[in-house]
């Protein structure tokens, strides 16, 4: 009865117009030098059928991986996710979100976000009137 409310739930709050629940996207996520990288296996993904939401401290990256169930007579094995699938992350540092990049190769999905780099100490010239 559980799996019912929190599908209602899920989809309710879901912007994409579906009735299926969402799957989550697995992700990996790591720092360089520069940047914040997040990669995500999305093979079979059209780039139609992505999208993208990045501010300073969070990225959200939604998608539908879709399955031509015309063809299909009978299924062994359903390992693979498909239809709706999202993932959001509040990022461990604040980014510069009008200076990221993503890129597509092999099925493998990587944006780079570039650290802000904060000064951590200013001095202030006092001028006299």
Known sequence: MAEKTNSKNISKTNPW???EEEGELAIDL???KEDLVVQA???GVAINDL???ITNDMITIRGKRNRDENKIEKIYYNECFWGLFSRSLILPQEINADKT???IKNGLLTIH???LMKTKR???KI???
Do not use: V
Request: aromatic share 4%; net charge negative; no cysteine.
């Open 17 to 19: 117009p579906a009735s």
């Open 41 to 43: 296996a999305i093979g």
């Open 113 to 115: 976000l570039p650290k």
């Open 127 to 129: 001028e006299e009137e």
């Open 122 to 124: 200013k001095t202030l």
């Open 30 to 32: 790591y720092e360089t």
């Open 51 to 53: 999208d993208i939401s």
């Open 101 to 103: 990049k993503a890129t």
